[in-house]
């Protein structure tokens, strides 16, 4: 129920829109032909040209703006002159740009090791609760003096060895690396592990918000494309337009009817019109390129984007207001989930410094081997036959275990040390805690930005379409009269910049506006259909027409 009602606020919206835009289908050129294969109304007596040019359609709604394949606009001749390298492009969609930016993007890759590294971290810290295994052996040869815990110096050659769990059995004491070993401060380990996990959980959500960002570079890379192309078309068409003022004015001057001057005007313009077209064409190459940097493909290899309409795309209904998106970013963005994981390890590293004093330090270590030895001083059985008397001998070795536990508390650097833990640790907790208040503004500021652009260029959608509805009928009104021998075909130049420039305001006012839509979508967090969904006002919605 939410989605249907979220499709039919975008359908609504999508009339209102579509009824400002049809002047897109007027936008001479820019349509690539009719379907019903009649012949469109032309602005040039050139035969060659006037198969090729492209004027106005009945159909209306969004798809409004069309991208012309250039063999279309052109005769056969011109078609020579610019090489446009169709054939050697690929072809994509939003769909499958979007698709590889989510599975190839170095940035999301790096992201995703970053969380691994996280989670080994994590597991680390949790594994300090496990004892270390010692597997080894020693083999102890002293000869000469040692003394006695009374002070008396003793001359002695003595032997031992020691082998199985554990290593290091000197004399009568114990084991000093121990078989099965433990050593850790409890409170230390639980909250350095608290800790850790939080900082995964900021690592996991990390990748949501690359992955976000890097969605959003792609759709407007992808809108650049787009947008590229529909000026490639514009040049083409305002090449055509000046070619025939041109061709037109140099008529007047041959006849002695026009000045030269005004043909060399024309010629000008022409110029100037062919070098714009060289220039569309190269930002193409350049849209192209940036697209596949972005979707890691190869830049040798040239795409061209799929859609043949350029129309405004709102991801967002209008009728959410600032304090609704505002919360739905609170809710969604993943930048919020990050920083307050970041804040709670923060918190988790100063609590375990406060309880650092308090945690006692646990040591355990369990040993069993076989153990034997002897020296010159005691006489027993020796493994070695015919040994010197009074020699060092090793006896039989013989099984040995030790078992050890010890708990402690410790007031590091006479409790100077501790102290400076906990300072410390809450420092970096009044960090992140202000990190998140940034980002929180940050979110705010992002949200409000692209709402009010959405908001502004969607209001100037309507204006566009009024000067390029007049600047057609001007320069319509202006080629009618210099055909009538009424004026000059120079006259025409003004008209023909005013309605160019018309053309591209258009343009660039719906790129910017499908611009902001993404980057608001974005801003939000791209929330599901269902957190967008509103009750559609069924009052606004127009009634079906009649069959």
Same mark, same amino acid.
């Given at each position: #129920? ?100 989510? @599975? ?56 031992? #060895? ?58 407007? +890379? ?44 024309? +010629? ?60 739905? @970013? ?5 930048? #919020? ?131 390029? %509805? ?8 202006? #080629? ?16 023909? %910049?005013?309605? %160019? ?32 969904? %509103? ?13």
């Amino acid at each position: #129920m939410h989605r249907r009602r979220y499709i039919q606020g975008l359908a609504h919206k999508h009339l209102r829109l579509g009824a400002s835009i049809v002047i897109c289908q007027l936008i001479m050129g820019w349509f690539g032909g009719r379907s019903d294969g009649d012949d469109p109304p032309v602005v040039t007596s050139d035969p060659k040209v006037q198969s090729g040019v492209a004027a106005g359609t009945e159909n209306s709604g969004f798809r409004s703006t069309r991208f012309p394949v250039a063999g279309s606009l052109m005769s056969s001749d011109q078609s020579d002159e610019i090489k446009l390298n169709l054939d050697e492009s690929s072809p994509i969609d939003l769909a499958t740009a979007l698709a590889l930016a989510g @599975a190839e993007n170095p940035e999301i890759l790096v992201a995703m090791q970053r969380t691994v590294a996280a989670t080994a971290r994590q597991q680390l810290a949790a594994a300090q609760a496990l004892p270390n295994i010692n597997l080894g052996t020693d083999i102890e040869i002293h000869r000469g003096v040692l003394q006695q815990a009374s002070g008396n110096i003793l001359k002695v050659n003595r032997d031992s #060895m020691y082998l199985g769990a554990g290593t290091q059995a000197v004399a009568a004491g114990s084991v000093s690396i121990p078989g099965v070993q433990y050593n850790l401060n409890v409170g230390e380990s639980l909250y350095r592990y608290y800790e850790q996990r939080q900082r995964r959980d900021a690592a996991a959500h990390r990748i949501t918000a690359v992955r976000n960002q890097v969605l959003l570079n792609v759709a407007v +890379a992808y809108t650049d494309l787009v947008g590229a192309q529909a000026r490639r078309s514009l040049a083409i068409q305002a090449r055509l337009e000046s070619k025939e003022v041109a061709r037109i004015t140099a008529a007047y001057a041959k006849t002695g009817e026009g000045l030269p001057a005004d043909a060399q005007r024309a +010629a000008t313009e022409l110029q100037l019109r062919e070098a714009e077209l060289v220039r569309a064409e190269a930002n193409v190459s350049v849209a192209s390129a940036h697209l596949a940097e972005l979707l890691n493909l190869n830049h040798s290899y040239r795409m061209h984007a799929t859609d043949n309409y350029l129309v405004p795309h709102p991801a967002v209904p209008e009728m959410i207001s600032r304090t609704e998106l505002i919360a739905i @970013a609170m809710i969604q963005r993943p930048e #919020m989930h990050e920083h307050q994981a970041l804040v709670h390890a923060a918190l988790m590293e100063l609590d375990g410094a406060k309880v650092l004093l308090f945690s006692p330090q646990v040591m355990f270590g369990y040993s069993n081997g076989m153990f034997g030895g002897g020296s010159n001083l005691i006489a027993g059985p020796t493994s070695v036959s015919g040994a010197a008397p009074n020699q060092a001998r090793f006896s039989t070795l013989y099984g040995r275990s030790d078992l050890d536990a010890v708990a402690y508390w410790s007031l590091r650097n006479l409790g100077v040390g501790n102290k400076a833990l906990i300072k410390s640790a809450q420092a970096r907790w009044q960090e992140a805690d202000l990190e998140l208040l940034n980002t929180l503004n940050q979110i705010r500021q992002e949200v409000v930005d692209a709402q009010i652009r959405t908001i502004a260029y969607y209001s100037q959608i309507h204006l566009r379409e009024k000067s390029v %509805r007049t600047g057609l009928e001007a320069h319509r009104q202006d #080629m009618i009269r210099i055909k009538s021998n009424e004026g000059h075909p120079i006259e025409t130049l003004d008209s023909l %910049r005013l309605l %160019r420039q018309a053309r591209q305001d258009y343009v660039e006012t719906i790129l910017q506006y499908n611009r902001a839509h993404f980057a608001l979508y974005t801003a939000l967090g791209s929330p599901p259909a269902n957190m967008l969904a %509103r009750p559609v006002d069924m009052e606004t919605v127009p009634a079906p027409a009649a069959q």
